[in-house]
């Protein structure tokens, strides 16, 4: 073979290969444990929040007591269907005043909310069953429990 044929070769299998790989995704916006740290619970406001780590991604269903940032990282092959490999939810709850009251950490680990960090107020530890409502429902719904 010549060499352009063996560099020809070479070219295409290292295009096959590449092919192959996973590409990964980013989706949604998640404020560092830097950025974090400088909230204080008690002190701050929907205001000094929103300047200091951004806007939220979306606020509490049913009333307005709780931020919440949302960050998903996604596998894709090339034909396969995009498989999510991590979420990760930072939930800021406010109080009637609007102050902050708790803020908390949250990551999806086989279909379980797990808490990764959590700096609470003694009194108060609302906006938690919104979390846990909207990640217990993953991987827990089967055709039995529909048929009853």
Not at 8 to 34: E, F, K, Q, W
Not at 73 to 91: C, G
Not at 120 to 136: C, D, M
């Amino acid at each position: 073979m010549s060499r352009v044929m063996r560099f020809g070769l070479a070219v295409m299998l290292a295009g096959l290969i590449a092919a192959c790989s996973a590409t990964y995704r980013n989706h949604g916006y998640m404020p560092t444990d830097t950025d974090v740290e400088v909230l204080q619970i008690g002190v701050d406001t929907r205001e000094t929040v929103a300047q200091a780590i951004g806007q939220p991604g979306t606020a509490g269903l049913l009333t307005s007591s709780g931020w919440y940032y949302v960050q998903s990282r996604f596998k894709h092959f090339t034909y396969n269907a995009p498989e999510e490999i991590d979420r990760q939810v930072l939930a800021v709850s406010f109080s009637d005043a609007g102050t902050v009251t708790n803020i908390e950490r949250f990551g999806l680990e086989d279909g379980r909310v797990v808490v990764l960090s959590r700096r609470v107020t003694a009194t108060n530890i609302k906006g938690v069953s919104f979390l846990r409502q909207l990640f217990g429902s993953f991987g827990r719904i089967t055709l039995e429990d529909s048929l009853k």
